[in-house]
């Protein structure tokens, strides 16, 4: 034991000795100008490295340099500048004085992907023809080294004529086997916007036939959204897929997709084309769908009250004006496809949802939008315009025999009638929000009412009450049943006002015609029924009467208080009147004609 504890320390010292006698005899800063020559050998950019190289023996044998530049042919501005750079070399290599290193490590790095940074032509170069196609480049940049270490270093991303992304806290690990298989792993976040993104990735890549094809595959991302716009909760969530790069045709594809968004979960497959017109199409299944919690404008039941679970900027942001001029959809073509399962929006079960819609330039066909709510169905086909600075959106509602209440209850208006809704109409108006809706939209509808019961009231009680208050010569004993089976009419909206016209219900030995308003901005309304009950008992005459005489009942007044008018003295007293005349011209017709008999007649009949 002793003789082996003896020789690994001789090795131990030897090894040592040797790596002191070569960091002695071979001096770093004899490299610089092969690896400046190799740089620019295998992919035209220019490496600077400033200040003296120096040797750092453990835990690694590397070369520490300063401050160190990398600048693509042609670009004003490097792409790549770092503080301080390390390159773990190996030793073997160096006792022949050749450097081959395993590994390169940045730190405090700025990585621009940005215009400027990027390889430009000669300014003398020569035009080709400009119905000639550019060939595929046999060469590109080429990472030859087995890894990559880039720590607390920032990425400035930007396309042309578009804003900067700053990656803050940019970690980045790359490594490589000789078959240009190479393992990332890669953590960031972004603020932009008074919006913060967390990101965190791990994922593989093959480069062996770069630049004509890459491969890969996503094996986790991991990101946290938060701030502005966004719910208060923030986004959480992970995504997975496997991709693949064609370089010569410029298109990408992805499969197997898999992300989840807070409590969404959602699976399926992309594909596009980056060739001006960028072409992107999207194919995705949700088996859960909670729209509830990742839209910041929804409205979520919390003890008993609508509250808007909203993510609010500070009081001393100026808040930004709505602009369509610089979206993303106004710069390609997009073909998007969503089937789920379940989905939650403002509170309402949706079932089966489908969506199709298509974006051409910034013109948006909703060619479907549609599903179950409750034992119901609805579809909202429509177009939304953001080629101009406001939206425009057209939608043709279809609704059948969807619940009224729990709709009225996520359109944040009174839950004050009950039934079953079926409608069928066309509404158009500025900007895409409920709050635009009510307030500047238009449109008209055709609706029909099923079992339709007013919360607040009850008309046929109403009625038979104030009938009998008025006259002890006819009762009713029916039953008060609130229900009206049916009610159809037409509905115009006009900013915010939704007029109601040629209403006619029925129900019970009831039936009804009027119309009138509901203000929803002032939250308003005011409306006219004529309401005809039967099952009268009593006077024979009077209950004929009531049974073909509609009562005026009007509803007036705010939401929240509202009151109603029920004259029903004045129609019995008008339906006096004409028995009263009816009798009186049945007397004179039995009387002698005279002047008398006929100025009374006159009086009578005008």
């Known amino acids: 034991m002793r003789r082996v504890i003896t020789t690994l320390a001789i090795l131990f010292v030897v090894v040592v000795a040797g790596m002191t006698a070569l960091v002695l005899l071979v001096n770093p800063n004899d490299f610089r100008a092969y690896m400046v020559r190799q740089v620019e050998q295998r992919s035209g950019y220019q490496l600077q490295v400033s200040g003296n190289l120096r040797w750092h023996v453990w835990p690694k044998l590397s070369i520490l340099a300063g401050r160190m530049s990398l600048t693509a042919p042609g670009a004003p501005e490097p792409m790549v500048t770092a503080e301080n750079m390390r390159l773990d070399v190996d030793l073997l290599p160096l006792l022949s004085h050749q450097l081959s290193v395993s590994q390169v490590m940045l730190k405090n790095a700025v990585i621009r992907a940005t215009p400027e940074s990027a390889a430009r032509k000669p300014q003398n170069a020569p035009v080709g023809p400009q119905d000639s196609e550019t060939a595929s480049p046999e060469s590109g940049w080429t990472f030859d080294i087995g ?139 949700a088996s859960e769908l909670n729209l509830d919690n990742l839209l910041s404008n929804t409205v979520v039941q919390q003890t008993g009250e609508q509250r808007a679970n909203v993510a609010q900027a500070p009081v001393i942001a100026e808040p930004r004006a709505r602009n369509n001029e610089d979206s993303l959809l106004n710069g390609m073509n997009l073909a998007l496809t969503l089937a789920a399962d379940h989905a939650a929006w403002r509170g309402l079960a949706l079932n089966n949802l489908q969506l199709a819609a298509n974006s051409q330039r910034g013109l948006i066909t909703l060619s479907t939008l549609q599903g179950q709510l409750g034992a119901g169905h609805f579809s909202l086909p429509g177009t939304i315009d953001i080629r101009r600075p406001v939206t425009h959106v057209t939608l043709q509602p279809q609704l059948s025999e969807i619940a009224l209440q729990p709709l009225l209850k996520a359109l944040a208006l009174p839950e004050s009638v009950q039934g079953t809704l079926s409608l069928s109409g066309q509404l158009t108006g500025d900007e895409l929000s409920l709050e635009a809706a009510q307030r500047q939209w238009q449109g008209s509808a055709e609706m029909q009412l099923k079992n339709v019961q007013l919360t607040q009231f009850n008309l046929q009680q109403l ?84 049974s073909q005489q509609a009562i005026p009942l009007r509803l007036y007044g705010s939401w929240d208080d509202v009151q109603y008018s029920l004259p029903v003295d004045q129609v019995l007293r008008q339906q006096l009147q004409d028995e009263a005349k009816s009798r009186l011209n049945q007397w004179l017709d039995r009387q002698p004609q005279n002047n008398k008999t006929d100025d009374l007649k006159k009086l009578l009949r005008p």
């Open 147 to 285: 890894q990559l270490n880039v720590s607390d270093s920032l990425l400035i991303w930007q396309q042309p004529g578009g804003d900067e992304i700053h990656f803050r806290d940019l970690n980045l690990s790359l490594e490589q086997n000789s078959r240009k298989q190479a393992a990332i792993e890669l953590s960031s976040r972004i603020s932009r916007n008074q919006r913060n993104a967390d990101l965190s990735l791990k994922g593989q890549l093959n480069a062996a036939n770069y630049p004509h094809q890459l491969t890969g595959e996503l094996e986790q991302l991991n990101y946290t959204l938060s701030g502005a716009g966004l719910p208060a909760q923030g986004i959480k969530g992970q995504l997975s897929l496997k991709g693949e790069w064609s370089g010569d045709t410029q298109r990408f594809r992805f499969s197997q997709l898999q992300l989840s968004a807070n409590d969404s979960a959602l699976q399926g497959s992309a594909e596009g084309s980056l060739k001006a017109p960028q072409t992107y199409a999207l194919n995705l299944h």
């Open 463 to 546: 009625v038979r009450r104030a009938v009998e208050r008025a006259s002890n010569r006819v009762s009713s004993d029916e039953p008060n049943e609130q229900s009206i089976q049916q009610l159809a009419g037409h509905a115009n909206l006009n900013q915010g006002v939704v007029t109601f016209n040629q209403l006619n219900g029925n129900g019970n030995r009831l039936s009804l015609q009027g119309g009138g308003q509901v203000n929803l901005t002032q939250r308003a309304l005011d409306v006219t029924l004529g309401v005809t009950l039967g099952g009268w008992k009593g006077d024979e005459k009077l209950v004929a009467a009531l």
